[in-house]
């Protein structure tokens, strides 16, 4: 079998429960994230990831709706497409590296719901309007997202900080995107409740600020560079980093809660200047964070090449993730320098381009790449095309093209601040549909047949 050596599963690994019903029983629960998090990416985020700006466009006439409908849009794609899919195969990748079964591994299960249902409720109060009904489903919202985000941050607890956990720098990552998760559920619950008490439908742009870093880059940077420092190095032929990568988590962690302590005191009413530096100080943080956080994942310098030939081609994806990583890091640093030099606010729209430089370009081809070299679905793929290339090579394109032109029209918004600008954003948006739809395609065929092979091993005698 022709396989990428050291990240790949062997497919005995994954043949192990010996019929489909043990299957489905015993394997972590990730199949049933990961479905769901590409249904709600292809069905709401990325949908309305198109219909906002033509909207715009054309002159649709959204009127108020419009914000109420980018904010769905923002917590689909963060907390139904990321946040699942990364939950998903945080279950998958814990025992394995840990060498401890998911602890408890009920609420691993019972987080599936929660969460699913938080962002369907979501999605129905937010364009809604006003009113009790609305304000009911917005609040149940925010306390089931609350009590998926204790589930999951109990099963990582649970699982990695045990005696024989042998997570290493790894754990130190996830437990801290653990907490961080645990923390944007405690805002989003906070800040809805708000909303809910003034009778509107958004939570407001300079309260969900901190919301959304902490979403960002306490959760979501956190865990890819947990997931890739571990991974990568092996690819790449490289030591695992160890100290480098705790103080990288460590640092992340620091400059995070400096910006959401400021943001949510500036979201409070405060206009205090120092508190106005702050958080264009601690924006600005993350990119020297960000540089270190990618070269410890040591993908822009391999010792070594360690993939299988059918392997090669989805590298390219984790490279170009960590191009649009590198790009955040750019675009942090010079907004954050530039704000806190006048003493100004953070710019919205270059605040939305790095939002969307980490969104698209780094999470989202990252879970495509990362996905496509480690879940046995795909190696599975792999063993049965082993020449096949043109799926990864289609994503990564209509991946850096969709960011490319999501990310330049933010960048560009303050000097072209008439309509036209949206039509590159839905023209973006529809590239990443694409991907999402190709993608997603592929991994529930690949599903499929593993499931069909698992089903045709035949049941091992008791005791054998
Ligand atoms: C190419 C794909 C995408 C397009 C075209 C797109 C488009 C948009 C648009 C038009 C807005 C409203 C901006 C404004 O009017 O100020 C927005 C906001 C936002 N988007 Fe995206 N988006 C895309 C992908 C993503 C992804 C993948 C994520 C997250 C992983 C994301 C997260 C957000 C967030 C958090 C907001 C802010 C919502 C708020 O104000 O609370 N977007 N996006």
Known sequence: MQMSQPVNIPLSETAEPSSAGAFWRHDPP?????????????TAGFTLAILAPLSMALEWGWGRHYLPLTQAHGQVQVLGFVALFIIGMAYRLMPRFSGRPLTPRLLAWASWPMLSLAVVLRLIAQPAGEGLWQRTLLVSSGCLGMLAATAFALVVVGTLMHRQSRAEATGYFFVLAAAFFVLQAGINLALVVLAAQRGEDVIRATEAAGLLHVQFYGFIAMFIFGVASRAIPTISGLPRPQIQAKAVALALAAAVLVYTVASLWIGSGSRSEALVRTEAVSFAALG???????WVVGIFRPAANRLAGASQHHIWLIRAAFAWALISAGLSAYYGVRASAGGDFLPVFGVDAVRHAAGVGWATTMIAGMAMLILPEFAIRRTRHPTERWPAL?????LSMAAALRVAVAVAAAQWPDTDRYWPMAA?????????????????????????????????????
């Open 428 to 464: 973006g948006g529809m590239l990443a549909e694409g991907a999402l739809l190709l993608f997603a395609a592929l991994f529930v065929v690949s599903l499929w047949q593993k499931q069909s092979i698992v089903a045709s091993i035949p049941l091992r005698p008791a005791g054998k």
């Open 394 to 398: 289609t994503i990564l394109v209509l």
């Open 30 to 42: 990730y199949h049933l994230f990961l479905l769901t998090s590409l249904a709600f990416a292809i």
């Open 288 to 294: 020297p964070i960000f540089l270190a956080g990618v």
